[in-house]
């Protein structure tokens, strides 16, 4: 088993653990972007959320909504993001799905994605494709 999450969830690694059940584990991230940066996975090892079944997504979305809270209250943050990371582009670096929930704090430094300038017709032509399951 060369998945480094794996690891973790079989105790081959240590980690600062925040929440486990029987099917997620939850722990900090190693290089934290704010003060409570935790990782939540399903202990099933899947490349990515869409690799994911539905069930697990829900079961770690419904952890994700029990635990945000409790990292907001511990660190005293204003807010969290969650983000998914899937497939290399998006920067995913562990294979194995995880979600992020990232304490926010006002002006805390962390800038937003830059956004483009795009045409009504691009943007319609986008929804249509969406839309169209293309
Ligand atoms: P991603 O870029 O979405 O794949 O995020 C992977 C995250 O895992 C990064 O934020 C890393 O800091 C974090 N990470 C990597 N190894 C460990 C570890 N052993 N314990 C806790 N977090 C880790
Ligand atoms: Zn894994």
């Known amino acids: 088993m060369s998945c480094i999450f794996c690891k973790i969830v079989a105790g081959e690694i ?14 900090l991230d ?11 996975i399903p202990k099933q090892h899947f490349e990515n ?3 994911t079944p539905a069930v697990v997504v829900l079961q770690l979305m419904n952890g994700v909504h029990t ?3 409790r990292v907001v ?9 969650l ?16 979600a ?12 937003h994605w830059p956004t483009k300038e795009m045409t009504s017709d691009e943007l319609h032509q986008i929804t249509l494709k969406i839309c169209k399951g293309i």
């Open 30 to 40: 190693i290089h934290p972007c704010n003060p409570g940066h935790t990782l939540v």
């Open 73 to 81: 209250a511990a660190v005293g943050a204003h807010g969290f993001n």
């Open 83 to 98: 983000g998914v990371n899937t497939g290399p582009a998006s920067g995913q670096v562990i294979m194995h799905t995880h």
């Open 49 to 51: 959320l869409l690799e």
């Open 67 to 69: 635990l945000a809270p």
């Open 14 to 27: 240590p980690c600062h653990k925040v929440f486990e059940d029987e099917n997620l584990l939850a722990f």
């Open 100 to 111: 992020h929930i990232i304490p926010r704090f006002e002006h805390d430094g962390l800038v």
